[in-house]
């Protein structure tokens, strides 16, 4: 009977052999599955990271937007407004010409009513935070636009010598540009 003992026992030692291969297979399958899904986690994670970068780049696009929008939202308005304020420059140097010549009571109490007015409309253009172009000196492409050039022995070339029509700007944004003469 031993041999028999011995016998069985190497049988169930060859039996046993193989189930163990067999448990090692089905761990390396788990390990290529755990490590696709580890990958395919990772891939997820990236475009839920990138995602939400891209929600918050358009969250702080559109948040700078609106305060543009809000900001310049008179822009409109101020350039239909630049023509009274011509107009009352015209009014005031016609004026201006006017009362040297004649001098008339009359005409100095329009002056003085109409440069009240004139105070009145430029400061409500300021505490809206439109601005006269500078005009003194060197021609800026970016906010004057030269119409003319004159000659001039008074100024150097490219220098502004007359304002035909002042520019303004909004806060940081050109409304209209100065149109100007330049010396040659």
Known sequence: MSKE??????EAEVVETPKVEESVEPQENELDELTQLKELVTQWEDKYLRTHADFENSKRLLAKDKVAAVSYANES??????SVVDSFDSALATIE???SEEGSEVLDKIKEG??????QLI????KNHIKVVE?????????HQAIMQV???NHEVGEI????QKGYTIKERLLRPAMVSTAK
Do not use: H
């Open 5 to 10: 003992n011995e016998n069985n026992s190497v």
């Open 151 to 153: 000659e001039s022995e």
């Open 114 to 119: 109409l440069d009240l007015t004139y105070t």
């Open 135 to 143: 005009t003194l000196g060197e021609m800026n492409p970016d906010v």
């Open 161 to 164: 010598v007359q304002v035909l």
């Open 77 to 82: 308005f101020a350039n239909d407004i630049l």
């Open 123 to 126: 400061k409500v253009l300021g």
């Open 97 to 99: 010409a006017t009362n």
